[in-house]
């Protein structure tokens, strides 16, 4: 099972940019999907973004054209770049990657 440790978050006010990085324990060249998470207060965990092997990239609507997903197989590690934030992005992000989940990172954007 792979460990993965993200970082990233923090206080941002609407309009400004962050970026998340999700830290693998292991070599992540082979494995085929990786994606991010988040969970709003009070709401249910739902889908961000998603990259594949071959670094085709997969968006939520509410996401699309403001965050970008990406990873460096080098460094074991997928990112996610949010620009635009707005106050309704405010969540714990989430990273997983087969199966496993980081312990998330604080996102909370302020109007």
């Known amino acids: 099972q792979v460990q993965l440790v993200e970082s990233g978050g923090g206080l941002v006010q609407a309009g400004g940019s962050l970026r998340l990085s999700c830290a693998a324990s292991?070599?992540?060249?082979?494995?085929?999907?990786m994606g991010w998470y988040r969970q709003a207060p009070g709401k249910q965990r739902e889908w961000v973004a998603s990259?594949?092997?071959?670094?085709?990239?997969y968006y939520a609507d509410s996401v699309r054209d403001r965050f970008s997903i990406s990873r460096d197989n080098a460094k074991n590690t997928v990112y996610l770049q949010m620009n635009s934030l707005k106050p309704e992005d405010t969540a714990i992000y989430y990273c997983?990657?087969?199966?496993?989940w980081g312990q998330g990172t604080q996102v909370t954007v302020s109007s």
């Open positions: 997983t990657v087969e199966g496993s």
């Open positions: 292991r070599s992540i060249f082979s494995i085929r999907g």
């Open positions: 990259i594949t092997l071959a670094g085709t990239a």
